[in-house]
């Protein structure tokens, strides 16, 4: 399975990467080809809802998002990795998942699979409810299949999120890829 895993921390080396990094070694140890694209870091602009596009042409504005776009559609599942900033994924990967716009349809149709892997410093019960609810309303609008979630609480550094159980269970997710072909 190939599989693309869309960052959208600003912080290369931060907790949400770094359950990504765990994701990865397990997936690639169960025989899955894996992707990052680094959305924090790409030259992704806005959407600005022209429509010039029509939901499933090329986008107007000349920036990463063809390459990226091609990347996605070769793909048979897509990670989105995020730390929790206000509650939601980072105004990063926001911005990349708006200008899906121009290929909702392709992606649609192609059925993939999909994971989240989120990390946050607060640790309270309700932390990502607002996330959740967005990931699974993304996975149904996109017919992707939900193949799990790691949303580490209390891992407001990389330190804190090392001791943490959350690195053991991103790979162990990337892992039992393995199990669910």
Not at 62 to 69: G, M, P
Not at 88 to 113: E, P, Y
Not at 151 to 179: I, N, Q, V, W
Request: positive net charge.
């Amino acid at each position: 399975m190939k599989i693309v895993i869309l960052e959208g921390s600003p912080n290369k080396n931060g907790s949400s990467n770094l359950l990504a990094v765990e994701f990865v070694r397990g997936a690639k140890e169960s025989g899955h080809s894996v992707q990052v694209v680094d959305a924090a870091h790409a030259n992704i602009h806005p959407c600005t809802g022209c429509i010039h596009c029509g939901y499933e042409g090329p986008c107007v504005q000349k920036d990463d998002i063809n390459q990226i776009r091609q990347i996605i559609l070769e793909a048979d599942m897509l990670v989105f990795v995020t730390p929790l900033y206000y509650y939601g994924m980072s105004a990063q990967l926001k911005t990349l998942i708006d200008r899906f716009c121009a290929f909702n349809t392709s992606i649609q149709r192609k059925r993939m699979k999909s994971a989240l892997l989120s990390v946050a410093w607060n640790d309270d019960n309700w932390t990502f409810e607002a996330l959740e609810a967005h990931y699974k309303t993304l996975v149904r609008y996109l017919n992707l299949t939900d193949m799990g979630m790691v949303l580490g609480t209390g891992c407001g550094t990389p330190d804190m999120t090392r001791r943490s159980k959350f690195p053991k269970l991103a790979y162990e997710l990337g892992r039992s890829l393995f199990e669910r072909l």
